[in-house]
């Protein structure tokens, strides 16, 4: 499956954005899909996921303001922020697996080339 990710860009803190990543195939049926964030000189880290069976989870830092969603019928998968914080400025990778374990990223075989998020305080 190949991932696009789009809809990144520059808000000002409590503002919001949605980013999307398109699949090249339906990935409700058969892929477990998650985002992940990476900041400057920090380690990539798992964001929110969905599972092919439709449960959801989320880091801790963005429950409550972000919002993970799936649209079956166009093959892409969003992330809706809102209440943006500087801290959540970082490159943005939507993935693709077949392992339930959504937050690790070392079970995912197919990612998109990434979108900047840049929250300013």
């Known amino acids: 499956v190949q991932l696009q990710a789009s809809g990144g860009g520059l808000v000002q803190a409590g503002g919001s954005l949605k980013l999307s990543c398109a699949a090249s195939e339906r990935t409700s049926s058969r892929w477990n899909v998650g985002w992940f964030r990476q900041a400057p000189g920090k380690e990539r880290e798992f964001v929110a996921g969905?599972?092919?069976?439709?449960?959801?989870s989320y880091v801790d830092s963005v429950k409550g303001r972000f919002t993970i969603s799936r649209d079956n019928a166009k093959n892409t998968m969003y992330l809706q922020m809102n209440s943006l914080k500087p801290e959540d400025t970082a490159v943005y990778y939507c993935?693709?697996?077949?392992?339930?374990?959504?937050?690790?990223?070392?079970?995912?075989?197919?990612w998109g080339q990434g979108t900047l998020v840049t929250v300013s305080s």
């Open positions: 969905i599972r092919m069976s439709g449960s959801i």
């Open positions: 993935a693709a697996g077949r392992s339930v374990l959504l937050s690790d990223s070392s079970v995912y075989g197919y």
